[in-house]
């Protein structure tokens, strides 16, 4: 296949050389905003840089998007409108009702279309989600997820992030969708400045906690923050009847315990690159699967769409002071209730 890759940045640099490595691409089409970028990434795996997006996706048989986050939509509406098989980074649309518009036209025109949550692709989330689907966990009480930058994103991308809870958090709602296999019904979440004052500035919080319940009444704790001082953070721990199992501890979880007998621990994950980079491979190999007709998409454009429906209510949650429940926010055609969350 000839797969065009839509943004050379950091991660878009991680996906070429994983695309590259993958014997069904015959051809790496990279495009960028800036020339350049595309040109030192083609020259880095061997891929072809191509001047402008319209003519890689005209080319391309497949396509896959990591360019800036506000240019998510028009580009998935770009690829799908050609009929190409696309990845797109979450979130699908930085809004709601427009992510709403694209899941309809995805869904009406069958294009296999996979949104970019790796933690799906984590060998740890993939057994929790096993032992969830099994019983072996018994009935689950509570699970706990954490996320904790290494460092806060750089001041330029804080006004385009969408803010903490669509752009952070949004992981941790997939992930708790995914594993648990439930529905979240009702958010109470709370936000706040600890970091640096720039995220004020621009409307927005680096540290939050947040509650989620269930349909089925089962509990969901999150705790997320833009820096750590000991490095990339991301856990979740699940309790139940039968046992309780954590995913993200080991010998590189940047916490430092303070017990006298404590294992020692290595150097501490540095950023999601490398904390994931074996599920961003993992997730790369199902799309191309998916793009050659052997399977269906493992996260779909309905998923990123859920997962934007419980970010947007921790979003009003944390600006109203108020548990919202999800039955408030859109869904099938209809408006937020509340005033637009920009």
Not at 108 to 137: H, I, K, T, W
Not at 155 to 165: D, E, H, L, N, V
Not at 218 to 238: K, Q, W
Not at 275 to 298: K, T
Request: proline residues 5%; glycine residues 8%; negative net charge.
């Amino acid at each position: 296949m000839k797969i065009a890759l839509i943004g050379a940045g950091r991660i878009g640099r991680l996906h070429a050389r994983h695309l590259a490595a993958d014997p069904a691409t015959r051809e790496l089409l990279i495009a960028d905003a800036l020339p350049k970028a595309a040109e030192t990434a083609a020259r880095d795996t061997g891929g072809r840089s191509v001047p402008t997006v319209d003519e890689a996706l005209d080319l391309a048989d497949a396509v896959v998007i990591a360019a800036a986050t506000d240019a998510h939509a028009a580009l998935v509406r770009a690829a799908v409108e050609r009929g190409l098989p696309t990845f797109v980074e979450k979130p699908l649309a930085l809004e709601l009702n427009e992510t709403e518009d694209l899941v309809e036209l995805i869904e009406e025109s069958r294009v296999p279309v996979q949104v970019g949550f790796q933690r799906r692709f984590d060998r740890a989330y993939r057994e929790g989600r096993r032992l969830v689907e099994a019983g072996e966990l018994g009935r689950i009480y509570l699970v706990r997820l954490i996320a904790h930058d290494a460092e806060p994103p750089p001041p330029a991308y804080i006004p385009t992030s969408g803010g903490m809870f669509r752009d952070s958090s949004i992981h941790d709602f997939d992930a708790f969708r995914y594993i648990t296999g439930g529905e979240v019904e009702s958010v109470f979440a709370l936000g706040t400045v600890r970091v640096d004052e720039v995220f004020e500035r621009h409307d927005d919080v680096d540290t939050v906690g947040a509650l989620l319940r269930l349909a089925d009444g089962t509990l969901g704790v999150l705790s997320a923050t833009r820096h750590n001082p000991r490095g990339y953070d991301i856990r979740m721990e699940l309790v139940g009847a039968r046992d309780s199992v954590s995913m993200g501890v080991g010998p590189r979880t940047p916490s430092r315990s303070l017990e006298p007998d404590a294992s020692p621990t290595e150097a501490a994950w540095e950023s999601f690159l490398t904390r994931f980079e074996d599920a961003y491979r993992a997730e790369l190999a199902a799309f191309v699967a998916m793009a050659r007709g052997e399977s269906d998409s493992p996260c779909t454009a309905g998923d990123a769409f859920e997962a934007m429906r419980i970010a947007v209510a921790a979003t009003i949650s944390h600006r109203e002071s108020r548990v919202v429940k999800l039955a408030e926010i859109a869904r099938s055609r209809t408006e937020v209730t509340h005033a637009p969350v920009s």
